[in-house]
């Protein structure tokens, strides 16, 4: 016999360990959380609910696949490579695809349908939460993370990092010209797998595990779960044709 369990949120064993930390990955169980799908009532509606359940603000910035990355400090958040800024909520315009901060009672989030979403936290307090797809990958977001850590003395070669449920290599397939792409960027070390047909694998999870490593991220959990082959526990932009509302990632200290 089958147990049917619904998720309303999926976590990682390596962040759940770390006291007075936050964290999590929703699932459709608990609605879309941004995007153009649904209404932004019924978004608003179902952030307004999770900030309640799991106790954070939350704070997203608007994603452009880009690897800026936006820091969160008393109610600003200021992008790093230009200084722009807004007060923070919910739903910013400020574009950016990653977050940190040291602050307490802050949820970093991060909006996902087959992207990737990763958490990070370092033994001094800080905590990050970055979207990447195939661009922000090729982009190397993770390096930009960590040079924005590290650049104000955060200790990022003892940090934990997740990588959430994303589309696996499994269902990612890409054409000939988007591969050369990726390889240009990456170098012939990226997670690619092909030519069949004409057409390549790319194993998005894999390649930010690597970036992960490299940038010296010793304890990495990836999630492993495929959001195109578990459509329905996660929306997925292409096991949705394009349609699907949005999941977020989070991560926050606890107010106490
Ligand atoms: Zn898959």
Same mark, same amino acid.
């Given at each position: 016999?089958?147990?049917?369990?619904?998720?309303?949120?999926?976590?990682?064993?390596?962040?759940?360990?770390?006291?007075?930390?936050?964290?999590?990955?929703?699932?459709?169980?608990?609605?879309?959380?941004?995007?153009?799908?649904?209404?932004?009532?019924?978004?608003?509606?179902?952030?307004?609910?999770?900030?309640?359940?799991?106790?954070?603000?939350?704070?997203?910035?608007?994603?452009?696949?880009?690897?800026?990355?936006?820091?969160?400090?008393?109610?600003?958040?200021?992008?790093?490579?230009?200084?722009?800024?807004?007060?923070?909520?919910?739903?910013?315009?400020?574009?950016?695809?990653?977050?940190?901060?040291?602050?307490?009672?802050?949820?970093?989030?991060?909006?996902?349908?087959?992207?990737?979403?990763?958490?990070?936290?370092?033994? &001094?307090?800080?905590? *990050? $939460?970055?979207?990447?797809?195939?661009? /922000?990958? +090729?982009?190397?977001? =993770? #390096?930009? !993370?960590?040079?924005?850590?590290?650049?104000?003395?955060?200790?990022?070669?003892?940090?934990?990092?997740?990588?959430?449920?994303?589309?696996?290599?499994?269902?990612?397939?890409? &054409?000939?010209?988007? *591969? $050369?792409?990726?390889?240009?960027?990456? /170098?012939? +070390?990226?997670?690619? =797998? #092909?030519? !069949?047909?004409?057409?390549?694998?790319?194993?998005?999870?894999?390649?930010?595990?690597?970036?992960?490593?490299?940038?010296?991220?010793?304890?990495?959990?990836?999630?492993?779960?495929?959001?195109?082959?578990?459509?329905?526990?996660?929306?997925?932009?292409?096991?949705?044709?394009?349609?699907? #509302?949005?999941?977020?990632?989070?991560?926050?200290?606890?107010?106490?």
């Amino acid at each position: 016999m089958k147990t049917i369990f619904a998720e309303t949120i999926v976590r990682s064993p390596l962040l759940s360990g770390v006291p007075g930390l936050r964290h999590g990955f929703t699932t459709r169980k608990l609605g879309s959380m941004a995007g153009q799908i649904h209404s932004r009532d019924e978004q608003a509606t179902n952030r307004a609910a999770l900030e309640a359940a799991i106790e954070l603000r939350l704070i997203k910035a608007s994603q452009v696949h880009s690897a800026d990355v936006v820091l969160v400090e008393r109610g600003i958040a200021t992008r790093l490579r230009d200084g722009a800024s807004e007060p923070v909520s919910s739903a910013m315009r400020l574009e950016g695809d990653a977050l940190i901060t040291r602050e307490r009672g802050i949820g970093l989030a991060v909006a996902v349908a087959d992207c990737a979403p990763i958490l990070l936290v370092t033994p &001094d307090g800080w905590i *990050a $939460a970055a979207h990447a797809g195939w661009e /922000g990958t +090729t982009k190397r977001i =993770v #390096g930009a !993370v960590r040079d924005a850590i590290a650049a104000r003395g955060g200790r990022i070669v003892d940090a934990r990092a997740v990588i959430g449920p994303a589309i696996g290599g499994c269902c990612y397939r890409i &054409d000939a010209a988007r *591969a $050369a792409l990726i390889r240009e960027r990456l /170098g012939d +070390t990226a997670s690619l =797998v #092909g030519p !069949v047909d004409g057409r390549f694998d790319f194993a998005i999870a894999d390649e930010l595990a690597a970036q992960l490593r490299a940038a010296g991220v010793p304890r990495i959990d990836v999630l492993d779960r495929c959001t195109r082959d578990e459509v329905g526990t996660f929306f997925s932009h292409r096991g949705e044709d394009g349609k699907a #509302g949005r999941g977020l990632a989070f991560i926050g200290w606890s107010q106490a």
